[in-house]
């Protein structure tokens, strides 16, 4: 149990074959260069959408907002329990001083915090299969669907937010017309809980 959030930490490899053939934990894909990404091991335990919802992962933005997906989602994690990478509190962190940054209430798109690599939405190696990335669809009363908006909130992120990347504006792949895409790239959270066995190499990588 992770002391403050009130969640298991648990090794994907350890799940049920309907989890770990959803999640692919260790697993790799590759990215739009044809690099190697290695997938997430370690997820948070979500029993329930009602401790989603009363999960603060920083003062301004609760767990739901991360895990909020439809039926795109592997049909193994549309219910309860659902997982999300380790990673996912770092993100919270980051989009807590971008809050700071435009001083007023950040939206997260549905579908746009937390996609498994099952995801119908996850094409290659998107970080949203890390945990690391957000698409804000809008910030206080603006509605990031144009250029000048996107561009003006993502000069404002990566000023406030070192490392992060936007995605450019534009229709295609690649691009974003109707959010504002952040991310913080391929982040592998290994807990203070993790077992030791993940330092083996060979324990490490070896299939169940």
């Given at each position: ?37 290695l ?91 890390w ?71 060979k ?6």
């Amino acid at each position: 149990m992770v002391e403050g959030l009130g969640l298991q930490v648990v090794d994907g490899r350890r799940l049920e074959k309907r989890f770990r053939d959803a999640l692919d934990p260790g697993g790799v894909l590759c990215d739009l260069q044809g690099r190697a990404r290695l997938l997430p091991r370690f997820f948070y335990e979500v029993p329930s959408w009602e401790l989603a919802l009363e999960t603060p992962l920083s003062p301004h933005f609760d767990l739901w907002e991360f895990v909020q997906t439809d039926v795109r989602e592997a049909p193994a994690l549309q219910s309860f329990p659902r997982y999300v990478p380790c990673a996912v509190t770092l993100l919270a962190a980051g989009l807590e001083l971008f809050r700071d940054a435009v001083g007023t209430f950040v939206h997260i798109a549905a579908n746009g915090g937390y996609r498994s690599p099952a995801h119908a939405l996850s094409r290659n190696a998107s970080p949203h299969c890390w945990g690391t990335a957000v698409n804000i669809y809008r910030i206080g009363d603006t509605l990031l669907d144009d250029r000048a908006a996107i561009e003006r909130y993502a000069a404002i992120a990566r000023e406030s937010l070192p490392g992060v990347w936007a995605r450019p504006f534009g229709n295609g792949t690649g691009l974003a017309d109707d959010h504002l895409h952040l991310d913080f790239g391929y982040v592998n959270a290994v807990p203070r809980d993790a077992p030791s066995d993940v330092y083996n190499p060979k324990l490490s990588f070896d299939p169940l």
